[in-house]
């Protein structure tokens, strides 16, 4: 049995969630919940739970400020070396690691 990704989303911890907006051809501004899968010092790796799956990236900027650069990865590589090092932490502490009930529902609910 599958489980609704508004009912999951609705469900995961405040700090393993975010919505990101994308823009659309008449300009308009589209939110896309997404998850956090992954985690590291310096980035967070999240993917949308759209039936278009994307990737996302938050990278912290600077220790000293809140500011985060919010990139979209295109290239899979990119996904596969983040899932590595953060796995290099184990599962997730709070702080690093990957989120494995995250991923083991992205996986049921494709």
């Avoid at 799956?53 to 590589?77: G, I, K, P, S, W």
């Amino acid at each position: 049995m599958s489980l609704d990704p508004a009912t999951f989303f609705h469900h995961a911890a405040d700090n393993e969630k975010t919505i990101v907006y994308t823009q659309t051809v008449d300009g308009d501004m589209e939110p896309h919940d997404a998850l956090l899968i992954a985690q590291t010092n310096r980035q967070r790796l999240f993917v949308t739970l759209e039936k278009r799956r994307r990737y996302v990236t938050y990278t912290f900027v600077d220790d000293a400020t809140d500011d985060v650069e919010l990139d979209f990865v295109q290239d899979y590589q990119e996904v596969e070396e983040l899932l590595e090092d953060a796995g290099l932490y184990g599962s997730h502490d709070g702080e690093v690691g990957i989120l494995y009930h995250n991923l083991l529902f992205l996986l049921m609910n494709p």
